[in-house]
């Protein structure tokens, strides 16, 4: 006969699985919360990748995104996007991204970004990989990106000129 336990893991992993690597997946630590970490697809070779996020913080005590891993790539870099005389240009955020108290977080398109580098693999869309977002407060909390499609909405960024 099965024991209760048994069952009782079974029907968890069932729920975890049914979330699917399309679906809205979250994580928790303390009071931040980490929305649906996300990549696009890389073409063959390519040794830049992209990671979105939205992170909130539901405490009363301010954080910070200080870094990151992640499975596929050798480098984890927070990057900021911005318009300089009309020509978009990157660069590496080195003190992170403030997280105050009460604050909702996005990083996507256009804005700031985690910057995959030194890609090991290509990103495949439908796939997931493991990762790490480390907070200054919060600490190292495991993730798991999930690899999204191009949507009209989210746009790749060009990496082109990127001073890696
Ligand atoms: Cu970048």
């Given at each position: 006969?099965?024991?209760?336990?048994?069952?009782?893991?079974?029907?968890?992993?069932?729920?975890?699985?049914?979330?699917?690597?399309?679906?809205?997946?979250?994580?928790?630590?303390?009071?931040?919360?980490?929305?649906?970490?996300?990549?696009?697809?890389?073409?063959?070779?390519?040794?830049?990748?992209?990671?979105?996020?939205?992170?909130?913080?539901?405490?009363?005590?301010?954080?910070?995104?200080?870094?990151?891993?992640?499975?596929?790539?050798?480098?984890?870099?927070?990057?900021?996007?911005?318009?300089?005389?009309?020509?978009?240009?990157?660069?590496?955020?080195?003190?992170?991204?403030?997280?105050?108290?009460?604050?909702?977080?996005?990083?996507?398109?256009?804005?700031?970004?985690?910057?995959?580098?030194?890609?090991?693999?290509?990103?495949?869309?439908?796939?997931?990989?493991?990762?790490t977002f480390v907070?200054?407060?919060?600490g190292t909390v495991p993730?798991?990106?999930?690899?999204?499609?191009?949507?009209?909405?989210?746009?790749?960024?060009?990496?082109?000129?990127?001073?890696?």
């Amino acid at each position: 006969m099965r024991p209760a336990w048994l069952a009782q893991l079974a029907a968890i992993t069932v729920g975890v699985a049914l979330l699917g690597p399309a679906g809205a997946h979250e994580f928790n630590v303390g009071d931040i919360t980490i929305d649906h970490p996300s990549s696009r697809p890389t073409p063959p070779g390519a040794k830049v990748g992209v990671g979105y996020v939205t992170i909130r913080n539901d405490g009363a005590e301010a954080d910070r995104l200080i870094g990151g891993s992640a499975t596929v790539a050798g480098r984890f870099e927070i990057h900021e996007s911005s318009l300089e005389g009309g020509v978009a240009r990157m660069r590496r955020v080195e003190d992170g991204i403030a997280l105050e108290p009460g604050a909702t977080v996005k990083l996507a398109s256009g804005g700031a970004h985690v910057m995959l580098l030194d890609l090991k693999e290509p990103i495949v869309k439908g796939q997931t990989f493991d990762g790490t977002f480390v907070f200054e407060r919060a600490g190292t909390v495991p993730v798991r990106f999930s690899v999204d499609g191009f949507g009209a909405a989210a746009a790749a960024p060009s990496h082109e000129g990127h001073e890696l």
